[in-house]
């Protein structure tokens, strides 16, 4: 078992950063790509930013530029660096990795429980 926990998450008002942390942990595994969603009221789920096992980032439109995500492998933790927040950022945000458990030649994508972020006008 793998599991994935989020934090960082807040009530910060237009204009602020926050740092999201998320931290795997369990089993033996390895990580190939990490991913940050998140998800609105009344909205359906969307993809943040992805980075793969080698750095390589893609961010959604409405991200770019205010939005950095990047990991450390030695800590098994993938963050979400977000400035310049806006009022449409607030959502449940919401951590996704590609695991491979150690023994097994397949990979399974795990998520966390999610982090609230509210960002006040």
């Known amino acids: 078992q793998v599991q994935l926990v989020e934090s960082g998450g807040g009530l910060v008002q237009a204009g602020g950063s926050l740092r999201l942390s998320c931290a795997a942990s369990?089993?033996?595994?390895?990580?190939?790509?990490m991913r940050w969603y998140r998800q609105a009221p009344g909205k359906q789920r969307e993809l943040v930013a992805t980075?793969?096992?080698?750095?390589?980032?893609n961010y959604a439109d409405s991200v770019k530029g205010r939005f950095t995500i990047s990991r450390d492998n030695a800590k098994n933790t993938v963050y979400l660096q977000m400035n310049s927040l806006k009022p449409e950022d607030t959502a449940v945000y919401y951590c996704n990795a590609d695991v491979r458990p150690e023994g097994r030649p397949n990979t399974f994508r795990y998520w966390g429980q999610g982090t609230q972020v509210t960002v006040s006008s």
């Open positions: 369990g089993s033996p595994f390895s990580i190939n790509a």
């Open positions: 980075i793969s096992s080698g750095g390589s980032t």
